[in-house]
């Protein structure tokens, strides 16, 4: 695991809000978040933390953070889970930025990046439970059991593409439909 470098023990983190920020070296969305997502570590390190997940080997994201400068003038250094199969097998995604939240030993929600925030992270360290969109990529229903048969369908759309240090960039706009 890149950041600290050392291994991670999920039990040990009982009594903090643990986000599962997934994502690949080639989304812009995924990177142009990074910086914030640090911030948030650093400001509420108490309570949270933020891990970064992803399918791609040790050298491609080593190689990835060795070369951005964009990361690096945000002292983005959060852990990362690397040639990770296993959270990817438990939290399955078709695209990035995909966030979990866990809590308690339970999964809270399964959302977008863009749901990662101070006011969500303490109400759900206040309260234990939060309802936040679920971000549903095969369409089967979110995490209270409700189903799109009775809530009605809840469209989300993810758009990957390369991201490029200094060029213009703007993250995908969602927008609920009818």
């Known amino acids: 695991m890149r950041g ?18 997934f994502f690949d070296t080639y989304c812009g969305t995924c990177i142009q978040s990074m910086p914030k997502l640090q911030k948030l570590q650093d400001k ?10 992803t399918w791609q080997d040790k050298a491609t994201i080593d190689k990835f953070f060795a070369g951005n400068s964009y990361l690096k003038e945000n002292k983005v250094n959060l852990p990362v889970i690397y040639a990770d199969v296993y959270l990817k097998q438990r939290f399955p995604h078709l695209g990035v930025p995909h966030v979990v939240f866990l809590y308690k030993g339970g999964v809270k929600a399964i959302t977008s990046s863009k749901l990662v925030t101070e006011e969500n992270i303490l109400e759900l360290y206040k309260k234990e439970l939060i309802d936040l969109p679920l971000k549903d990529d095969f369409g089967k229903g979110d995490l209270i059991g409700r ?22 960039f703007e993250s995908l706009k969602i927008k609920k439909t009818a």
Do not use: H, M
């Open 44 to 53: 509420l390190k108490d309570k949270v933390l933020i891990i970064s997940v």
């Open 147 to 168: 189903n799109k048969e009775e809530t009605g369908p809840v469209k989300y759309g993810v758009w990957i593409a390369g991201y490029q240090n200094g060029a213009p």
């Open 4 to 21: 600290t470098g050392k291994p991670l023990d999920l039990q040990k983190l009982a009594g903090k809000v643990v986000i599962l920020d």
